[in-house]
Nanobody
Framework: QVQLVESGGGLVQAGGSLRLSCAASGRTFSGYAMGWFRQAPGKEREFVTAISWSGNTYYTDSVKGRFTISRDNAKNTMYLQMNSLKPEDTAVYYC?????????????????WGQGTQVIVSS
């Protein structure tokens, strides 16, 4: 059974930091693009950032300079370092994996999704 399991969410004050992890099990994601999405209450799910198998990255404008995505292919794990957090970053964060970069970044479609981890940033 293929699973993506997020961890690291929590409550943090504005200006603080959190590091999310996404551990993949059940298969290897060799060659897959992986990414993070988020969904705030009452809003649609939105793309946050993605990383290719080779390490190329892409960020939505609102998180550039504050968030850093990385992956450890040997451990089948992806990370999201979030710094200078703002109340508007409050959301459930989901990790996702797709074989095609365009699908993940442009079409926001993924083959696999995690169950989500809650991030709450207090003002």
């Amino acid at each position: 059974q293929v699973q993506l399991v997020e961890s690291g969410g929590g409550l943090v004050q504005a200006g603080g930091s959190l590091r999310l992890s996404c551990a993949a099990s059940g298969r290897t994601f060799s060659g897959y693009a992986m990414g993070w999405f988020r969904q705030a209450p009452g809003k649609e799910r939105e793309f946050v950032t993605a990383i290719s198998w080779s390490g190329n990255t892409y960020y939505t404008d609102s998180v550039k300079g504050r968030f850093t995505i990385s992956r450890d292919n040997a451990k089948n794990t992806m990370y999201l370092q979030m710094n200078s957090l703002k109340p508007e970053d409050t959301a459930v964060y989901y990790c996702a994996a797709a074989r095609v970069w365009h699908s993940l970044v442009v079409e926001t479609k993924a083959s696999f999704w995690g169950q989500g981890t809650q991030v709450i940033v207090s003002s």
